[in-house]
C-alpha cells in the first residue's frame, strides 16, 4: 500500500496565500516528500497535455513521488456523457504515463436528486468507462460526496449495484459517507461490509465534534475496524491522505507539519 496525499489539501494551502497550486509545484513537491507521503494525487485535468505530464513528471521524479491515481471530474447523467467519457479518457493516457492505475470519478453532483433515468444512464457511462480504462491498465474508481448518500443512498448504491464489478470499483472516502450518512460510522461500516471487496483506493479525512480536524488524528471515525477489513482483503491500493480546512477547523500548525503528523498517524494506525 502506498500512502499520498490529495493536491485538494494543498489548493487550499496555495489559495490561502493568494496562489494557484499548478503554478508552485516546484515550491509544495518537496513539502510532500518532507512529510513523509509517497505519493500525490492530482486532477487529471491538469496533466491532460504533452507538456504538463512531462513538467509533472520531472518534479516527481526530482522529490522521489508517485502518481498511483487521479481525479477525474465527468459528467455523465444525461446525453453528453460519451463526450465527458472521451474527454477523461484522453486525460487518463496522460496519467497513465505518470504510472496512474487508479482513475477516481465522481460523476458531477446536481442540486436536485437525479431522476431514475439519469441514474440508470450515468451507471451505464460508468460501465462504458471503466470498461475502455481496463483496456488501458487503469481501474476505474467511483467516488461520492454527500449528494450521492441523499434519499437512501440511492445513487452511491446504484453505482456500485448497477454496474458491473470487473469494471467499476470504489474510491472509499470515508469522511464523505459518514458525513453524507449524517456523521454515522454505521452506515459508513455497512458499505464497507457491502462493497469492501470492490475497493480500488482510499481517501481518509478525520473530524472532531463534526468539524474537520487539520491532521487526521483520533476522532469522530474509528479507523481500526477499517484497518482489519484491509488486512483480510489484501488491500493494495492507495491511501491518499485528504485534510482539509472547512468553517472551525484548527489552523495554527504549518501545512507540512499537518501533513507529517498526519502521516505518522497512518503509520501508527495502519501499520504502513
Not at 6 to 34: F, I, M, R
Not at 225 to 247: S, Y
Not at 265 to 270: A, G, I, K, L, T
Request: proline share 4%; with cysteine; aromatic share 6%.
Amino acid at each position: 500500500m502506498i500512502v499520498g496525499t490529495q493536491s485538494y489539501t494543498w489548493h487550499q494551502v496555495c489559495a490561502e496565500q493568494g496562489k494557484k497550486l499548478n503554478d508552485h509545484w516546484a515550491d509544495v513537491l518537496p513539502l510532500v516528500a518532507q512529510s513523509g507521503c509517497q505519493a500525490i494525487e492530482h486532477n487529471s485535468d491538469a496533466i491532460g497535455s504533452p507538456e504538463l505530464a512531462d513538467r509533472m513528471a520531472a518534479l516527481l521524479a526530482q522529490h522521489g513521488l508517485k502518481m498511483p491515481s487521479v481525479y477525474a471530474g465527468s459528467r455523465l447523467h444525461d446525453d453528453g456523457w460519451e463526450q465527458s467519457v472521451a474527454t477523461v479518457l484522453k486525460q487518463a493516457l496522460f496519467a497513465k504515463q505518470l504510472g496512474a492505475s487508479v482513475l477516481v470519478t465522481n460523476p458531477q453532483p446536481l442540486q436536485q436528486d437525479k431522476t431514475d433515468a439519469e441514474l440508470r444512464c450515468q451507471a451505464e457511462a460508468m460501465n462504458t468507462l471503466g470498461r475502455e480504462l481496463a483496456a488501458m491498465g487503469i481501474r476505474l474508481a467511483f467516488h461520492n460526496h454527500t449528494p450521492e448518500m441523499r434519499a437512501s443512498a440511492r445513487e452511491f448504491h446504484h453505482m456500485m449495484l448497477g454496474t458491473d464489478p470487473k469494471h467499476v470499483g470504489l474510491c472509499l472516502d470515508t469522511h464523505w459517507i459518514y458525513r453524507g450518512a449524517g456523521n454515522s460510522q454505521v452506515a459508513l461500516y455497512d458499505i464497507v461490509k457491502l462493497y469492501g471487496a470492490r475497493i480500488a483506493s482510499l481517501h481518509i479525512r478525520q473530524s472532531r465534534d463534526g468539524i474537520w480536524a487539520q491532521t487526521l488524528c483520533d476522532g469522530d471515525i474509528d479507523y481500526r475496524p477499517l484497518v482489519a477489513t484491509l488486512r483480510d482483503l489484501r488491500f493494495t491500493g492507495p491511501m491518499i491522505m485528504e485534510q482539509a480546512i472547512e468553517k472551525g477547523t484548527p489552523t495554527d500548525l504549518a501545512p507540512v507539519e499537518r501533513e507529517r503528523r498526519s502521516r505518522e498517524w497512518v503509520r501508527q494506525v495502519f501499520g504502513v
